[in-house]
C-alpha cells in the first residue's frame, strides 16, 4: 500500500454505549447487507482505468464494498468505527484470499495523509449523526483525495418516510426510535442543501435521488415503505 497514516492522528475511541450501538445495528442489518450495493458496483464497474487503484471505503461495515473493489483489481482500505466489523472484514479478506487494508477509525478524522487515495466510497455512511457531522466529513474525505480524485456517496433525503420521525437533534436530524438503527442520530438532506455543502469543497458531476422498495427495507425501520437517498459523484480541485 503506498497510503500514509497521519502521525500526528489519533484512532477515535468511542465510548462503550455508543460502540454497543454501532455493533448491535450492524450485526442486526447484516442479513441484509452482505451484498453490495448496485450503486457501488456501478462505481467500481468502471475499473482502475478510470479514477486510479488506491480506493478508501468509509463506514465499510462488514467487508462487502471491500472486497468487491479487491476482486476488481482495487488496492482497498476500509476504515469502520466498530471494532467487530473490522475483524469481520479482515477475516472475510482473508478467506477469500483477497488483499486489503482496515482500520479503526472515524469519517470526521480520517488517519491518513492528504492526497492518500485515488477515490473514496462513503455509501450510506455520512447520514450517521448531525448535518455538521456530514459537512465534516465530506471535507475530510475529499482532503485525504489526490487532485482530480473521485468521491461517490449516499445521504438519506428528505424525502425519505423516515424523515421526521425520532427525537430531534436540529433541524433536520433524528435519533431513531426504532428499528436496529435505535438510539443512533440520522440526518436528512435535500437536493440544494446538499448541493451547496458539495460545491464548496469540490467539483460535483452528479447528484440524483434514488429510492430503494422491496421486502429487504423493512428490516431497516419498521413499516418502512422504501428508503430514497440522494446519490452524488463529486470530484477534487
Known amino acids: 500500500m503506498s497510503w500514509e497514516t497521519k502521525a500526528s492522528c489519533s484512532l477515535p475511541n ?8 454501532w455493533t448491535g445495528a450492524l450485526e442486526a442489518l447484516s442479513s441484509v447487507d452482505y451484498e453490495p450495493e448496485p450503486g457501488v458496483v456501478s ?4 475499473g482502475p482505468q478510470s479514477f486510479g487503484y488506491l480506493g478508501l471505503d468509509l463506514g465499510c461495515g462488514f467487508g462487502r464494498h471491500v472486497l468487491a473493489g479487491a476482486r476488481l483489481g482495487f488496492r482497498m482500505v476500509g476504515v469502520d468505527c466498530c471494532d ?45 449523526g448531525t448535518h455538521f457531522s456530514l459537512t465534516q466529513g465530506i471535507s475530510e474525505i475529499v482532503r485525504v483525495l489526490r487532485r482530480g480524485g473521485v468521491l461517490f456517496g449516499s445521504v438519506l433525503s428528505s424525502n425519505d418516510p ?8 436540529e433541524d433536520g436530524s433524528f435519533v431513531f426510535t426504532r428499528g436496529p ?12 442543501a446538499l448541493r451547496s455543502i458539495l460545491e464548496s469543497v469540490c467539483h460535483v458531476d452528479t447528484v440524483r ?3 430503494y422498495s422491496g421486502r429487504d427495507v423493512g428490516a431497516y425501520y419498521p413499516g418502512l415503505p422504501y428508503s430514497s437517498h440522494l446519490a452524488f459523484t463529486v470530484r477534487k480541485r
Request: charge should be positive.
Open 84 to 128: 467487530e466489523a473490522v475483524r469481520v472484514t479482515r477475516r472475510m479478506l482473508q478467506g477469500h484470499r483477497q488483499r486489503g487494508e482496515v482500520l479503526v477509525g472515524g469519517v470526521t478524522a480520517l488517519p491518513f495523509s492528504e492526497g492518500a487515495f485515488d477515490f473514496a466510497i462513503a455509501n450510506c455512511v455520512l447520514s450517521h
Open 14 to 21: 468511542l465510548a462503550s454505549p455508543e460502540r454497543s450501538l
Open 209 to 211: 435521488e434514488v429510492r
Open 162 to 169: 423516515r424523515h421526521g420521525d425520532g427525537v430531534p437533534v
Open 43 to 46: 462505481f467500481l464497474a468502471r
Open 181 to 192: 438503527e435505535k438510539g443512533i442520530c440520522h440526518c436528512f438532506m435535500n437536493e440544494a
